[in-house]
């Protein structure tokens, strides 16, 4: 008799349920597919300088509770309007969480907050409400961790973002390089942008790998690269990257690599030294240098919340917070909308300065 040399680790396999079937169940409709493609046509103008306006991501860290994350989407999709001649406004919706070591791992992962890994149930979760923000009129973003949910959710997502601990996966750039979205890649946790720039480069290349298709089936992926990839600012552990200084040269490393030369900011992580209240002043610094004329800046990210700050997630799911973020912590509604306000008058000061040089 051989030994057993496989599953040594492995106590339990449950079947996924195939993308085809989910989407079959759960179908983009007319609205939520005309905003999807709409708004991935205005993200690329913005990227590649034919639109003026800038791009706001903006939303909780992470979604944990589907209603509390609704009632935030009305908010914000009423904020969209209002800007909409300034900004291009999208809703941060995001699912999977990487860990450093250990923890929550975001709604798909883990539903009911329970440690149940009801996964099934998360892919169903996750897919329905991109389908109700959708049909808001309201884009929505996200950060794709795990290679095989793009088949379940992408048609959904006008904008994606591959995290800080992923950038220099070869896994993720080869899932980059076929999604359909713009992709915006964070630097390194340690603040270096060079991995970044590789992740867009190599995304931007076609690519043979191995992923499954609509039925579940693994499959040989083959892809044409994607050309909307873009550096994400995020600060790290050496202290931020948002000021005048750091964008320039961020800009001059991808124009030497033959990459659009504009970036984004996130507002939150090292960029205000983990602390959410920094994240209005951060913003506050990227509208002076739009006003400034910076060209070399395409949008921001917040992280926020319907109540600011965060809370831990606790075994009696009755003691959370309503509104309030399990995972990094939020500004709230009144000071998002604030920075929105900030953001937006200085796209109109920078248009209006321009239409006098014409």
Known sequence: MHATTSDLHVVETRPLVPPALLRRDLPISGRAADTV????????????????????????????????????????AEARQRHAAELE???????????????????????HLDGSYDINTGL????????HVSELGLPAATELLDPVVPQYIADLISWTAIGARTT??????????????PIGFKNGTDGSIATAVNAVEAAARPHHFLGINSDGHASIVTTTGNPDGHLVLRGGKHGSNYHPEA???????????????????????????????????VADQVARQVRAGSRHVMGVMLESHLVAGNQKLAADLSQL?????????CIDLATTAEVLAVLADAVRVTAGSMALTV
């Open 37 to 76: 493609q709409q708004t991935r046509l205005r993200i690329q103008d913005i990227l590649h300088g034919r639109d003026e306006r800038l791009l706001v991501i903006v939303g909780p860290c992470s979604v944990h509770d589907v209603a509390a994350a609704k009632e935030y989407a009305g908010f914000i």
């Open 89 to 111: 406004v999208v809703m941060r919706v995001y699912f999977e969480k990487p860990r450093t070591t250990v923890g929550w791992k975001g709604l798909i992962n883990d539903p």
């Open 124 to 131: 169903r979760l996750a897919r329905s409400l991109l389908l």
């Open 168 to 181: 220099e996966s070869q896994t993720h750039r080869e899932m980059a390089s076929g999604l359909s979205m």
């Open 247 to 281: 964008i320039e040269q961020a800009a001059s490393d991808l124009a030497a690599a033959g990459l659009p030369s504009r970036v984004m900011v996130d507002c939150s992580h090292g960029n205000s030294n983990k602390d959410f209240r920094r994240q209005a002043e």
């Open 321 to 329: 917070a309503y509104g309030q973020s399990i995972t990094d912590a």
